[in-house]
Antibody
Framework: EVQLVESGGGLVKPGGSLRLACAAS????????MSWVRQAPGKGLEWVSS????????YDADSVKGRFTISRDNAKNSLFLQMNSLRVDDTGLYFC???????????WGQGTLVAVSS | NFMLTQPHSVSESPGKTVTISCTRS????????VHWYQQRPGSPPSTVIY?????PSGVPDRFSGSIDSSSNSASLTISGLKTEDEADYYC??????????FGGGTRLTVL
């Protein structure tokens, strides 16, 4: 069974940093592109960042470019999101997601909550 | 990059049919596949349609998808509405650089 379990969310002040992690199991992690998708409270889905299966290609949304860094450790079946210079509008539930063919997101984690507030 | 525009909300009665549109702002809707997700409160999204009109196993055949090049839009149609279909629905596509784009989401109310 495919499982994606996020961790690392919490309350942080504007300008602060957080590192999210996603533990993957039940599939061959190093065969899949992975993504982070977020959802602000009461709002829609927003794609954040994606990383290729080998980690050598990275794609970031303009809203996080230069502030967030996606990475992965295939030996540990783990995905990460380093978030720096956090802003109030970065608040939301951050989902770890497995990307299948044609950018279909076929599995989602339950999400980890990030709150940016002074 | 392009945007995908969905109606904010739709409502319909049980047993009826509803269609949710997803209009692409630039570039051809047929240029990249469109996927549709259902999200119930407190849960992550799940796929109801992929690659424009394909239904994952386990999704009822009451759910169908299509694209219309004349209006540059994709549509999700749910027939024989049930109260359990009440949820938020999102379309999603991507560009040639693999940047993922979500529509703003449509709240379906079955009343």
């Amino acid at each position: 069974e495919v499982q994606l379990v996020e961790s690392g969310g919490g309350l942080v002040k504007p300008g602060g940093s957080l590192r999210l992690a996603c533990a993957a199991s039940g599939f061959n992690f190093n065969n899949y592109r992975m993504s982070w998708v977020r959802q602000a409270p009461g709002k829609g889905l927003e794609w954040v960042s994606s990383i290729s299966s080998g980690g050598n290609f990275i794609y970031d949304a303009d809203s996080v470019k230069g502030r967030f860094t996606i990475s992965r450790d295939n030996a540990k079946n783990s995905l990460f999101l380093q978030m720096n210079s956090l802003r109030v509008d970065d608040t939301g539930l951050y989902f770890c997601a497995r990307v299948s063919f044609n950018e279909l997101i076929d599995y989602w984690g339950q999400g980890t909550l990030v709150a940016v507030s002074s | 990059n392009f945007m995908l525009t969905q109606p904010h909300s739709v409502s319909e009665s049980p047993g009826k049919t509803v269609t949710i549109s997803c209009t692409r702002s630039s570039g051809s809707i047929a240029g990249n596949f469109v996927h549709w997700y259902q999200q119930r409160p407190g849960s992550p999204p799940s796929t109801v349609i992929y690659e424009d009109n394909q239904r994952p196993s386990g999704v009822p055949d009451r759910f169908s998808g299509s694209i219309d090049s004349s209006s540059n839009s994709a549509s999700l149609t749910i027939s024989g509405l049930k109260t359990e279909d009440e949820a938020d629905y999102y379309c999603q596509s991507y560009d040639r650089n693999n940047y993922v784009v979500f529509g703003g989401g449509t709240r379906l109310t079955v009343l």
